[in-house]
């Protein structure tokens, strides 16, 4: 298909799936006449899959997100749903990762039709494709239409109510590529590593800044031994004990929560992750708890893991300095990355980083460094889903 292009549906279950060689957050809308959605329940994502005719399907790394649409489920007033897809790292462009929807029969997989939206550039969003009602028969259409400030301004811009942390500037106006207008210039990057792809270990031990991330891989191979997380700290203020506790939580394809490994709990998933053990003061040199990851031995049902610290004696970080976590190869000891929290906050929880498998089976680290008001693991269970 080319953009602007459509098709009739001979069949009334379709399923659009979205692949690309990063992995994407794909999602769907459903718009009444005057395109918008009836309310915050249309808009079908991962933490949110479910809605009426339309359902969301992780690919859990190996396989891409898809969206299914029953059109004789779709309720009255609802003549559009729009399938949308955005990279899931932070701040990636579409930049030299052009993604390919592909329409299929729902019921037998076999391909309808598909579409590559051409010259992509500094969109980190796009209206991939949409699936309409058109005097009473439904089709589906290419189009292609791209967003330069993410899925938040796709959703906006269809009335999806979003909450963020600072306030954000209006929605620009969207911009729809086409093949005889270039497109516009990537965004200048605000950290590295660049849009157009993720640093490796080739060149040794990456240090880490918030929201960069680096890809497991070194000399062309993944990394899928036996690695270490190192988390340390120590008290901002002399002669004071500092309590804190590091965990590693361990989702799903669908971001559902299968384990916690904390120092209630030091080995989950079959012994393939395992703590070091509780840290009551922060004092000493080196790792003050360490979590031990068996990337190898993982069950095939853990696609992310976040690693986080908690302040179970209710000292907020701004008493703790040199936060740090750092991943080492555990047969060498080689320090691989390492992530240094430069900045603190009046809270009692922070989310580290996180480890994400990749469609190709390899894994890629994120440092987060984000804060949130919780004194156990327990409470880090829901956020930490939400920055996966």
């Known amino acids: 298909m080319t953009p602007g292009s459509n098709i009739p549906l001979p069949v009334a279950r379709v399923t659009v799936d979205v692949a690309a ?35 969301y399907r992780s690919g859990g790394g190996t396989a891409p997100d898809a969206i299914t649409v029953d059109t004789s489920a779709v309720p009255p007033g609802i003549e559009k749903i729009v399938v949308t897809a955005s990279p899931d790292a932070a701040g990636q462009t579409f930049q030299g990762i052009e993604p390919t929807a592909t329409i ?9 039709a598909s579409f590559t939206p051409p010259q992509l550039g500094s969109e980190t969003a796009l209206v991939i494709v949409e699936v309409y009602l ?27 109510s979003v909450e963020e942390p600072t306030p954000q500037p209006a929605p620009p106006t969207p911009v729809k590529p086409t093949v005889t207008t270039p497109p516009p210039p990537p965004a200048p ?7 157009s792809g993720k640093i490796n270990l080739d060149k040794g031990r990456v240090s880490l800044q918030k929201n960069q991330t680096v890809s497991l891989v070194k000399g ?10 190192g988390l340390g700290w120590e008290p901002a203020f002399r002669g004071k004990d500092i309590d804190l506790d590091a965990s590693v939580i ?11 490994c904390y120092f209630g709990k030091l080995s989950i998933v079959n012994g393939a992750i395992k703590h070091s053990g509780d840290n009551l003061t922060g004092e000493g040199g080196g790792d003050d708890e360490v979590i031990v990851v068996d990337l190898g031995r993982l069950p095939q049902e853990v696609t992310g893991l976040v690693f986080t610290v908690n302040s179970f004696s209710g000292q907020k970080f701004t008493e703790v300095a ?17 992530f240094d929290l430069t900045s603190a906050e009046a809270q009692t929880g922070v989310i580290m980083a996180k480890l994400i498998k990749q469609f190709s089976g390899e894994w890629e680290m994120t440092a987060l460094g984000d804060f949130v008001k919780s ?14």
């Open 189 to 195: 990057p605000t950290a590295t590593p660049p849009p």
């Open 322 to 338: 040199k936060a740090y976590c750092r991943l080492l190869d555990a047969a060498s000891g080689e320090e691989l990355v390492r």
């Open 134 to 160: 058109r005097n009473g028969a439904w089709k589906a259409r290419a189009v292609g239409q791209g967003y330069a400030n993410g899925l938040a301004g796709i959703a906006t811009d269809f009335g999806v």
């Open 220 to 229: 062309g191979r993944p990394l899928l031994s036996q690695v270490k997380m």
């Open 250 to 260: 361990a989702y799903g394809p669908q971001r559902n929560h299968i384990d916690s």
């Open 21 to 55: 060689p990063v992995r994407l957050d794909v999602s769907s809308l459903l718009l009444t006449a005057d395109g918008k959605v009836r309310s915050d329940d249309d808009f079908i994502f991962y933490n949110q899959p479910t809605g009426p005719g339309v359902t």
């Open 104 to 112: 299929r029969n729902a019921d037998d997989n076999s391909v309808l």
């Open 375 to 388: 004194r156990t693991v327990r409470g880090m269970v829901k956020p930490a889903a939400q920055a996966l």
